[in-house]
T-cell receptor, first 114, second 111 residues
Framework: ETGVTQSPTHLIKTRGQQVTLRCSSQSGHNTVSWYQQALGQGPQFIFQ???????GRGNFPPRFSGLQFPNYSSELNVNALELDDSALYLC?????????????FGDGTRLSIL | DAKTTQPPSMDCAEGRAANLPCNHS???????VYWYRQIHSQGPQYIIH???NNETNEMASLIITEDRKSSTLILPHATLRDTAVYYCIVTPLQGAQKLVFGQGTRLTINP
């Protein structure tokens, strides 16, 4: 148990729709990172939020966006869903950037696009 | 970010030590070596990390060579529950510390 919780656990959407995924970070952590894991692949970094600001972004288009709230929970929003967006979306929390401490992951949201 | 190379799969007998190698020959002086594992349908689980000294915790030991170009994760007494994909990741301490996952090593523990 890492203390990182994600909701929902599973979700089915159709092409063109929009989706919001949620993450509650571990107590004492103020940094949240989001990753996408396609079937059979390792997770790919989407972006990181620290103190409610984006603090780094991977190679994902602008239709992937995020928010971090004052309580350090976070949302991942994806607009105009495409079939290739089908994946496991993982959230990881950590103390803060630059600290010699690991990121701790939730068990993810499985998103299926029909 | 430095890249890592791991064998795609390994087998180990239950109760024996599992030694998982990782090559990171382009590692920079400010980059740490992290190990995570992922059991089917779960999120990655943090195992251990280090900079240049060997590290040990309740889960595993991490041996980093003196030139830091490779490392070995050791699970001292493997159990069936250690069957998972193990990822070796190199990441700098500065910045967003994004974790760049490769394909990892699929470790199977056999009874």
């Amino acid at each position: 148990e890492t203390g990182v919780t994600q909701s929902p656990t599973h979700l089915i959407k159709t092409r063109g729709q929009q989706v919001t995924l949620r993450c509650s970070s571990q107590s004492g952590h103020n940094t949240v990172s989001w990753y996408q894991q396609a079937l059979g692949q390792g997770p790919q970094f989407i972006f990181q939020y620290y103190r409610e600001e984006e603090n780094g972004r991977g190679n994902f288009p602008p239709r992937f966006s995020g928010l971090q709230f004052p309580n350090y929970s976070s949302e991942l929003n994806v607009n105009a869903l495409e079939l290739d967006d089908s994946a496991l979306y993982l959230c990881a929390s950590s103390v803060r950037p630059g600290e010699n401490q690991p990121q701790h992951f939730g068990d993810g949201t499985r998103l299926s696009i029909l | 970010d430095a890249k890592t190379t791991q064998p795609p799969s390994m087998d180990c007998a239950e109760g024996r030590a599992a030694n998982l190698p990782c090559n990171h020959s382009t590692i920079s002086g400010n980059e740490y070596v992290y190990w995570y594992r992922q059991i089917h349908s779960q999120g990655p689980q943090y195992i251990i990390h280090g900079l240049k000294n060997n590290e040990t915790n309740e889960m595993a030991s991490l041996i980093i060579t003196e030139d830091r170009k490779s490392s070995t994760l050791i699970l001292p007494h493997a159990t069936l529950r250690d069957t998972a994909v193990y990822y070796c990741i190199v990441t700098p301490l500065q910045g967003a510390q994004k974790l760049v996952f490769g394909q990892g090593t699929r470790l199977t523990i056999n009874p």
